[in-house]
């Protein structure tokens, strides 16, 4: 189960919305092996498409870095869908390299009356899609 605080949902939600028609990507930092996400960094997407999204190289080794040096790890990577549901696809399942992580999509496809507005959280472990409940708090 994915607990993440009111305020860092509306950060992803609005991530989300303001690069679309563009996917949006980041990663929720926390304390290693906290299962905690705290520090939102909102990401590049380098592939600027509709359809794709991939960490910009130099600022996701930088953030690692960073994560390293802080003894934190990314707690959620998210990324949002523009035009389909918020269900991972062959390419978010070949990227998920983070056992521990959570995997959040979001779907946009709402903004342009596709569909109904989805945020849905999964583990990717090993090809493996599992979804899981979020629950959303004020503060930890």
């Known amino acids: 189960m994915l607990t993440l605080t009111q305020a860092l949902y509306d950060r ?3 991530h989300a919305r303001e690069d679309h028609p563009d ?5 929720i930092a926390g304390p290693e092996g906290s299962d905690r996400p ?13 359809t794709f999204y991939k960490f910009d190289d130099t600022e996701h080794k930088r953030l690692h870095d960073e994560m390293w040096d802080r003894d934190e790890e990314a707690i959620v990577v998210y990324h949002s869908h523009t035009a389909t549901e918020a269900y991972p ?6 990227y998920a390299n983070e056992p521990q992580a959570h995997y959040v999509i979001v779907s946009t496809a709402d903004t342009d009356g596709f569909g109904d507005f989805q945020f ?3 583990r990717i472990v090993e090809g493996v899609v599992t979804e899981e409940e979020i629950t959303v708090v004020e503060a930890y």
């Open 38 to 50: 705290e520090r939102y960094v909102r990401m590049l997407n380098a592939e600027r498409s509709p």
């Open 89 to 94: 696809s062959r390419t978010d399942i070949s």
């Open 12 to 14: 992803i939600v609005a």
């Open 120 to 122: 849905r959280s999964y």
């Open 23 to 27: 996917e949006a990507c980041g990663i």
